[in-house]
Nanobody, 128 residues
Framework: EVQLVESGGGLVQTGGSLRLSCVTS????????VGWFRQAPGADREGVSC????????YYADSVKGRFIISKDSDKKTVYLQMNNLKPEDTAVYYC?????????????????????WGRGIQVTVSS
């Protein structure tokens, strides 16, 4: 059974930092990408960042590029999202997810429908 569990969310002031963790199990961590998505109230779930399984190449949405850093620890089967210089518009529930086929995050225009296994999500709130 594939499982993804997020942690590390919370309340932070504008300009602050948080690090989200996604502990995974039940799939070949070294082969599959893991993505981070977020969903603000009344908005669609959007892709934030992705890290590939095989070579760790990455993707960032324009809205977070230069502020967020995705990384992974293969021994712990954990993916991290370091979020710096947070803004109120980053407020959302953040989800990590695993896709149903391997792809390279940097070279494939993935969509939400490519991901079949999801964590429960964790709230990130940035106060102004």
């Amino acid at each position: 059974e594939v499982q993804l569990v997020e942690s590390g969310g919370g309340l932070v002031q504008t300009g602050g930092s948080l690090r989200l963790s996604c502990v995974t199990s039940g799939f070949a961590f070294g082969d599959y990408a893991v993505g981070w998505f977020r969903q603000a109230p009344g908005a669609d779930r959007e892709g934030v960042s992705c890290i590939s399984g095989v070579d760790g190449n990455t993707y960032y949405a324009d809205s977070v590029k230069g502020r967020f850093i995705i990384s992974k620890d293969s021994d712990k089967k954990t993916v991290y999202l370091q979020m710096n210089n947070l803004k109120p518009e980053d407020t959302a529930v953040y989800y990590c997810a695993a896709p149903f086929f391997p792809f390279a995050c940097a070279g494939y225009k993935y969509s939400r429908s490519d991901f079949v296994s999801w964590g429960r999500g964790i709230q990130v709130t940035v106060s102004s």
